[in-house]
């Protein structure tokens, strides 16, 4: 049997051949992963403690602040501030004070005379003890009124301004600064060591701070009670008031107020005045110069008065017991005489007979003395040599004390005929220029004739040219046996700068420089002369 024909198929073509695949390169082993540490528990936050509660500002504490931020503004920058300016004027007008404390150019004077009960209110005002030991006793409404008040003295005496002062201007500042010595519990003058108000006492009163003479007394008296302890307020308020007055003084155009004889009369005499007269006393004629003699002499006389007391105050010398008693009423010796005649008593008639009365001597041994006084003239020693002419011719006074005065710079002059004027003495001085004190020494030596008996005072800044020679100089008239009293400053505030190297060779010598007030010369003088 035949097998069925199985169709053919037709062949297939061949798959096409699929390429190599690359090889993969091998994936690099990645590393481990370290393992993190275990996170440290976080410790449990502190509980907040609760916030204060802020009290409430009192709104007087923010009144008084306005005015003292004016105040500040106003003495640094003229400027005025309009939103500091409209808020102190609303806060004084609340409590019920003048506008015009807000107004720079009126004076304390003129709103005193206008609002009188005002002048109890600035007497005293920042003297200390005004504030309140507990805090629960503030009375902060009286705080808001003191700090007007001492707002406008602060601003009208600190804030001079710029520019030409006239012989007005400078009479109502130093009627202000009187105003504020009164606040703070002094006189007025005392503080720039015047005259008014029983200023030209303390110009030998030793007040803390003392300062330049002069100044006018506003109105009322002022100063009750003790002077107050000044001495901490730094820096000292008194040789800063002194400054701010010669600087008015100096931007003053004083040849044409001398000139005129109601503006000389406004004038009030005062140590920075007298400088700047003496500079300028060989350019003025006429009236200008008659004006000028009027205020020195003025000046010498009020302070000639005061020094004057000070030497008199201790007697002259040891009782003289040779010469008789003088037999006047005064000198009786009342209890002596009561002594001396008890047994002349009679019980029955109740009476004490007199024999004799006895008196008190009052004759003293007196040593003729020699006082030289050796004045540096230069520009930084004006005060000094003001002071020390007027105190030359009071010890010139005195019985049996000879006195000479040398004045020098780079020249020196013998000022002896003059000696018993210090009017006279002053305008023959010439003020500025350096210092020569080998020149004064050369006049000076020839006078100690008995060394034993003679005091020389050698008052200067030791700011020399030739300082070696001087001081050998000085070193030999200290060892012949006289009395050599070298003295650094005597000012009425006691300020002064003394050459160092002059102060420790002087200090070796054993004659250390007596820097001070005037009052510590006098005493030494005294010491020796008596």
């Known amino acids: 049997m035949t097998e069925p024909l199985t169709p053919s198929t037709p062949e297939a073509d061949p798959a096409p051949t699929v390429p190599d695949v690359p090889t993969v390169p091998d994936v690099p082993t990645v590393p481990d992963v370290p393992t993190v540490p275990d996170v440290p528990t976080v410790p449990d936050v502190p509980t907040v403690p609760d916030v204060p509660t802020v009290p409430d500002v009192d709104p007087q504490d923010n009144r008084r602040q306005v005015l003292y931020w004016r105040l500040l503004a106003r003495l640094f920058d003229q400027e005025e501030q309009a939103t500091l300016e409209s808020a102190s004027l609303a806060v004084v007008e609340d409590i019920g004070l003048p506008t015009a404390l807000l107004d720079p150019q009126a004076s304390v004077d003129s709103i005193v005379q206008r609002h009188p009960d005002l002048a109890a209110e600035f007497d005293g005002l920042m003297a200390q003890g005004q504030e309140p030991d507990a805090a629960d006793e503030r009375d902060r409404a009286a705080e808001v009124r003191r700090a007007a008040l001492v707002s406008k003295v602060l601003l009208n005496t600190f804030s001079t301004g710029h520019g030409t002062v006239s012989a007005e201007q400078l009479a109502r500042w130093q009627s202000d600064a009187g105003w504020l010595e009164r606040a703070l519990g002094c006189k007025p003058g005392e503080l720039r060591g015047g005259r008014s108000g029983g200023g030209a006492a303390a110009i030998t009163a030793g007040l803390p701070g003392g300062g330049v003479p002069g100044g006018v007394s506003p109105t009322g008296t002022g100063g009750g009670g003790a002077t107050p302890d000044l001495s901490r307020l730094i820096p000292a308020i008194g040789p800063e008031l002194g400054t701010i007055e010669a600087d008015l003084v100096k931007r003053m155009h004083l040849r044409e107020v001398l000139a005129d004889p109601q503006l000389a009369a406004q004038l009030t005499p005062s140590m920075s005045l007298i400088e700047q007269l003496l500079r300028d ?101 004006v005060d000094s ?89 000085m070193a030999a008239v200290h060892r012949s046996g006289a009395k050599f009293i070298p003295v650094g400053s005597v000012t009425s505030s006691g300020r002064g700068s003394v050459n160092p190297w002059f102060r420790e060779r002087f200090k070796d010598l054993g004659a250390p420089v007596l820097s001070g007030h005037i009052k510590k010369l006098v005493h030494e003088l005294k010491t020796f002369l008596t």
Not at 332 to 353: A, F, G, M, Q, V
Not at 362 to 375: D, E, S, W
């Open 281 to 381: 006393k060989n350019n003025l004629s006429g009236v200008a110069l008659a004006n000028a003699k009027a205020l020195i002499r003025r000046f010498v006389d009020e302070v000639a008065e005061v020094l004057r007391t000070q030497v008199e105050k201790s007697t002259v010398g040891a009782l003289d017991r040779s010469v008789p008693p003088k037999r006047v009423f005064r000198n009786l010796d009342l209890d002596r005489t009561i002594w001396k005649n008890l047994t002349n008593w009679s019980p029955e008639e109740e009476r004490l007979y007199v024999d004799r009365l006895y008196y008190r001597h009052t004759a003293r041994k007196t040593t003729p003395q020699r006082l030289i006084v050796v004045v540096d003239q230069s520009g930084s020693m």
């Open 385 to 473: 040599m003001v002071n020390c002419t007027i105190l030359a011719s009071i010890f010139a006074g005195l019985p049996k004390v000879d006195v000479h005065l040398i004045a020098y710079d780079t020249q020196a002059l013998d000022l002896t005929p003059w000696v018993h004027d210090p009017f006279e003495t002053l305008l023959r001085t010439q003020l500025g220029g350096g210092t020569d004190g080998t020149v004064a020494m050369a006049l000076a030596q020839p006078k100690i004739a008995e060394p034993r008996n003679t005091v020389v005072v050698w008052i200067s800044d030791f700011y020399e040219w030739r300082g070696e020679e001087l001081f050998e100089s």
